[in-house]
């Protein structure tokens, strides 16, 4: 799975010279939290969250009326707020690298580029939960295990092998690091067949069932 198959396009995007009043309320209208921004020749020159709108916004204590606070922010423009180093992706990255580069650099969202300078779409932090579900089989029934498996080149076939002749069938599967050395932790989820049933089968295999639970 690629960010080409979970960003929105084509991408919402508005000027340097957009006023503040404006950029918020696009972004509300469309439940955004980011907006990049092009110059006139569509390029991208930075991003806008909104964070850094509401930032920039006068403090509730402000002595101001609503008169002059109404003037104040009419006369904000993007230009004033947007941070201009931007981290971005391109269509063809692993959405999982995509996420990567989220988490390292704690934002919440990357404007997808077609080269250097096309903007083609956005991914955010609701497409990676959405891919993560999907993943998951969230919200599917079935039987859900946990467990922890020797990090071997055949540990994962076994583990097939095994589902197989009870009859299951799986519905999602993921690893994550194992807490000892040596092990990957493994999170299945299968159909047609018993809670006691797996259990019983995967432990025979050694693998170490560390939760199950029907969903």
């Not at 020749?41 to 009326?65: C, F, M, N, Q, Y």
Request: overall charge negative; some cysteine.
């Amino acid at each position: 799975m690629f960010v080409r198959d979970r960003m929105s396009s084509p991408a919402v995007t508005i000027t340097p010279d957009t006023p503040f009043q404006d950029a918020l309320q696009l972004m509300r209208d469309h439940r955004f939290r980011r907006l990049p921004v092009v110059n006139e020749k569509g390029k991208l020159v930075g991003i806008v969250s909104e964070r850094d709108l509401l930032h920039a916004a006068p403090s509730p204590a402000t002595s101001l009326s609503i008169w002059e606070l109404t003037y104040l922010l009419s006369k904000i423009q993007v230009r004033e707020i947007m941070p201009k180093e931007v981290i971005t992706t391109m269509p063809d990255t692993p959405i999982e690298d995509a996420a990567h580069v989220m988490v390292e650099n704690k934002i919440g969202g990357l404007p997808v580029m077609d080269g250097q300078d096309r903007i083609v779409g956005v991914i955010t932090e609701t497409d990676i939960f959405k891919t993560f579900d999907e993943v998951f089989a969230g919200g599917e029934f079935g039987v859900r295990l946990t467990l922890e498996i020797p990090e071997r080149q055949d540990a994962l076939l076994e583990l097939c092998k095994a589902l197989l002749e009870l009859g299951g069938r799986i519905v999602s599967v993921g690893s994550f690091r194992g807490d000892a050395p040596g092990k990957r932790g493994i999170v299945l989820k299968v159909w047609d067949v018993s809670k006691d049933q797996l259990v019983d089968a995967l432990e025979a295999l050694g693998d170490h069932v560390t939760d199950v639970r029907e969903v």
